[in-house]
Structures are given as structure tokens and as C-alpha cells.
């Protein structure tokens, strides 16, 4: 079974503070995704990764950052955390091409104060 | 903006009855996906419909898709108390490369 692992399932910080989220896949899956979750909103793409070092912006790119250096780890960077950015981050991978499922990881509730 | 939307947002039934939940969407798609998410974790997959496909099953799940009315519903049959999660469609466009769509969700109950 495919598994995402995300670093953290629940984190603290304070407004200001530059917060990062881990994320690994162990099936040498091509994309990755980084995806918030609000209630009503449903999911929103904030970035995804197809290749090792490249990234594209998703629906809310702004106050994020990712960095991809291994084909198995996509990050996520909050430079500069506000309190608008509290919310559930999933990060999910699939393989390249059509009709590939996303495998999601268990969240991270971040709660910025 | 949201591609696939969800009806009903909320729909609370008794074990053994059939759930039945709605998804619309926009544009053309490639195909269509349904996810499950229990109460804080992540989505799993459930199943996937082709634009050129019309019904599928899976257990006690059927999918259908009406591409001319840009609809899909989720047929869970006998539900059980362990259903009880919130259910999302998800489409992948025929345009925009890798992305894949998300509709706010429809949270079922399901009382033993």
C-alpha cells in the first residue's frame, strides 16, 4: 500500500514564525500535492510538484513556498505565518499520467496564534 | 472555484438504509473520483469513473456519471454506522494539466 506520511498531525506557532511542513511518499509517485482544507471550501491546490526541483503554483500560491529536492519529499513553507493560514494541510501524491488516484497523508492541523 | 459541487452538504440516515449523494461539475472532464474522509484524516480513494463510462461498482458502492447533465452520484448501499464519514467528488479537466478538482463535501451520518 501506498503510504504518505506527513511530519506532524498537529503544530503551534505564532504569527511571524517561519513554519515548515514535511511530507514523504515511499512509492516513487512523480506528482505531489499540497492542498488546504477549510470547512465549506473543500479542498484548495496551494502547489504541486511534477519532477524533482519543479513546482507549479496552485489556486492559493500567496504567503507559500514548497521545495522539492528528492523525488519522495515535498515541503511546505510558510515564510511568515499569520492567522489566516490556521487550517488542515493534506499533502497527497499520485503517479504521472491519467486517471492516477491521489494518495492523501493524515493532515496537519496548523494552528497559527 | 470549485468544479465539483456536492449535494446534499449533509445527509443523515439509519444503518441499513442506502445513502445516495449528488456531484456537479462544470467542464469536461477526463474522469471523475469519489473520496472518502473520516473525521480527521486524510482522503482516501475510492473510486474512479471514466468520461466514457457510464456506471461503476465496488462492493457496496456504485457510481454513475451523466456527462451531458455534468452530474455523478454515489450509491452506498446497507450503510453502516463504520460509513459515517464525509464523501467528495473530485474531477481531473481535459485542460489544465495536473489538476485535479475538489467539490466542499457531503457529510454523512449513518446511526446505528
Known amino acids: 500500500d501506498v503510504k504518505v506520511t506527513q511530519s506532524s498531525r498537529y503544530l503551534v506557532k505564532r504569527t511571524g514564525e517561519k513554519v515548515f511542513l514535511e511530507c514523504v511518499q515511499d512509492?516513487?509517485?512523480?506528482?505531489m500535492f499540497w492542498y488546504r482544507q477549510d470547512p465549506g471550501l473543500g479542498l484548495r491546490l496551494i502547489y504541486f510538484?511534477?519532477?524533482?526541483?519543479?513546482?507549479e503554483k496552485g489556486d492559493i500560491p500567496e504567503g507559500y513556498s514548497v521545495s522539492r529536492e528528492k523525488k519522495e519529499r515535498f515541503s511546505l513553507i510558510l515564510e511568515s505565518a499569520s492567522t489566516n493560514q490556521t487550517s488542515m494541510y493534506l499533502c497527497?501524491?499520485?503517479?504521472?499520467?491519467?486517471?492516477?488516484?491521489?494518495?492523501f497523508g493524515d493532515g496537519t492541523r496548523l494552528s497559527i496564534l | 472555484s470549485q468544479q465539483g459541487e456536492e449535494d446534499p452538504q449533509a445527509l443523515s440516515i439509519q444503518e441499513g438504509e442506502n445513502a445516495t449523494m449528488n456531484c456537479s461539475y462544470k467542464t469536461s472532464i477526463n474522469n471523475l473520483q469519489w473520496y472518502r474522509q473520516n473525521s480527521g484524516r486524510g482522503l482516501v480513494h475510492l473510486i474512479l469513473i471514466r468520461s466514457n463510462e457510464r456506471e461503476k461498482h465496488s462492493g457496496r458502492l456504485r457510481v454513475t456519471l451523466d456527462t451531458s447533465k455534468k452530474s455523478s452520484s454515489l450509491l452506498i448501499t446497507a450503510s453502516r454506522a463504520a460509513d459515517t464519514a464525509s464523501y467528495f467528488c473530485a474531477t481531473d479537466g481535459r485542460t489544465g494539466g495536473f489538476k485535479t478538482i475538489f467539490g466542499a463535501g457531503t457529510r454523512l451520518f449513518v446511526k446505528a
Open positions: 512509492m516513487d509517485h512523480e506528482n
Open positions: 510538484s511534477y519532477d524533482v526541483k519543479m513546482k
Open positions: 497527497a501524491s499520485n503517479r504521472a499520467g491519467r486517471n492516477q488516484p491521489q494518495h
